[in-house]
């Protein structure tokens, strides 16, 4: 059995690698702690006052807990003792010297910065101490909508009650969809409300750690076993990773049985339903879909529009609804695509001190709108949204007539298609009845003509776009 001061190192090593993942100030705040002895089991350490004890036990105990047992390769529980120190002399800033005194950063103050989730800083999302849960990705700053409300509903569901319904929780669906940002939702959620050992890890990270451990000693593997399988959530992101890696598929088993059998919180996420997870081992693939499975869809214009209003708030920049509107209406795709036009947008107004109106807009993103034309839109799908707008039929649209109420609508149709999908002047003049591409080429060129004395045509033709759009989504 090892010594008491073999222990004291295990401590200190510890406390040193806690030192270099979380920021300074949080530090120098609470990690003033005294390692007094410890057995197999537990470590025993003091703190001054039992202010300090409560908030390290709610804050800390588990990720000093979690750091030994890497460590160790065991679980260990810690006990701390209040033991108020005389008040020191010459107190260095920073330092907490007496009993019962509330440190500099107070009470609340880490969750409060976790809380906040301004988003604007990358700094607080590395001072996040457990595990690599970003501090802005909270239920506060995830917009419901169509889209999502069943799953944000599941997620907070679970994020009160971890491990009892819904578990496993898998949300899947295309990338910048909000998967990461829900499941890490429920994990800050949990942090920051109870005392649940949680973890959130990549299915990256978690291979790679196990790669790297069944290469090391015994100890070393013992030690990722017992990690990922004494937690109270497991938050796993991206598990199409594992496709194909059948030693860690085997190693998620394991663990995903132990962690049911305790009957403690999983969330997977993943970019394609589970059924269509290919090599994959069976048994871990009907595991993971045992649970609740939702998928998350494209947002709608409506909360696309809300999303970016967000979003701006929370960088603290001001766009108009119209200019909301208007960007909402070019990117349909996902989320993240929506929100990578605000650095830019907060740059120009930063640089030029003026405020973003649509036509800046459109400059500024026109890259941005080109690159995200959706190649799904098909011309039915145009054909039909325009018909129904000018109470025509399709063959109608398609046809022969020549009156103005047809002709219109028709080059407006031809328009869209060459704004918005990839399809060539012949394919289609080819959809309407045959024509040739000379005939796409006016129809598109009378509709510009048209652009230019009737400025409001463009807000029917975005208000048909978006449509469109939104047809497609749903198709
Ligand atoms: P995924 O994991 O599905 O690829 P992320 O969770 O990384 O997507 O989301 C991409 C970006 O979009 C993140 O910055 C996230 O905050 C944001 N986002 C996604 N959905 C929403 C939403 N409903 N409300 C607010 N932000 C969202
Ligand atoms: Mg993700």
Redesign the pocket.
């Known amino acids: 059995m090892p010594e008491n001061s073999d222990y004291r190192l295990i401590w200190d090593e510890a406390i040193n690698q806690i030192k270099e993942e979380i920021s300074e100030q949080e530090f120098l705040a609470w990690f003033n702690l005294n390692f007094l002895e410890a057995n197999e089991n537990s470590f025993i350490v003091e703190v001054p006052s039992s202010f300090y004890k409560d908030q390290i036990e709610r804050r800390f105990r588990t990720y000093i807990e979690a750091k030994i047992e890497e460590l160790i390769g065991k679980k260990i529980t810690i006990t701390l003792e209040v033991k108020p120190r005389a008040p020191e002399k010459n107190n260095q800033k920073g330092e907490i010297g007496t009993n019962n005194e509330i440190p500099p950063v107070q009470a609340g103050r880490v969750s409060n910065e976790r809380a906040a989730s301004s ?1 604007n800083s990358p700094e607080k999302a590395k001072k996040s101490p457990l595990y690599p849960l970003r501090a ?2 909270v239920f506060d ?5 169509e ?2 409300n069943f799953a ?1 509903n599941v997620a907070k569901a679970i994020a009160s009650n971890p491990g009892t319904n819904y578990n496993p929780f898998l ?1 899947y ?12 939702a429920i994990g800050n959620y949990i942090y920051e409300n109870s005392n649940n050992k949680v973890i959130c890890v990549t299915g990256e990270s978690f291979t790679n750690e196990f790669i790297a451990s069944i290469k090391d000693t015994e100890r070393v593997k013992a030690a990722f076993k017992n990690k990922y399988r004494h937690v109270d959530v497991l938050l796993i ?2 598990i199409h990773f594992f496709q194909g890696k059948r030693g860690i598929q085997e190693e998620l088993f394991y663990t995903f049985e132990a962690l049911s059998g305790a009957k403690k919180q999983m969330v997977f ?1 993943c ?1 394609r339903p589970p059924s269509e997870l290919k090599d994959f081992n069976e048994r871990l693939q009907s595991r993971v879909k045992s649970g609740i499975n939702i998928d ?1 869809q494209p ?1 709608n214009y409506e ?1 696309r529009c ?2 970016l209003k ?2 701006s708030e929370i960088i603290n920049i001001y766009l108009s609804d119209e200019v909301i509107s208007f960007i909402s209406q070019n990117i349909s795709t ?3 695509d ?2 990578v036009t605000l650095p830019k947008l907060k740059g120009y107004i930063e640089v030029s001190g003026k405020p973003i109106t649509v036509e800046i807009a459109r400059e500024l993103l026109k890259d941005e709108f080109v690159s995200l034309k959706p190649s799904n839109i098909s011309i039915e799908i145009i054909q039909k949204v325009v018909a129904e707008r000018y109470h025509l039929s399709q063959n109608d649209l398609k046809g022969k007539k020549k009156n103005q109420s047809v002709v219109f609508p028709r080059q407006l149709a031809m328009y869209i298609m060459r704004e918005i999908t990839e399809y060539t002047t012949t394919e289609i003049g080819q959809a309407f009845g045959g024509r040739d591409h000379t005939t796409t080429m006016h129809s598109c060129s009378k509709i510009e003509e048209k652009l230019k004395v009737e400025p409001s045509l463009e807000s029917i033709i975005q208000g048909l776009i978006r449509e469109i759009k939104d047809s497609s989504i749903k198709s």
């Open positions: 988003g802005e990705y700053t995830y917009v419901i909508g889209n999502n944000v949300i669906g295309g990338v910048g969809l909000g998967k990461t940002h829900l499941m890490q992101d991206d996420t970019d998350l947002p909360t809300a999303i967000k979003k996902n989320v993240r929506l929100e």
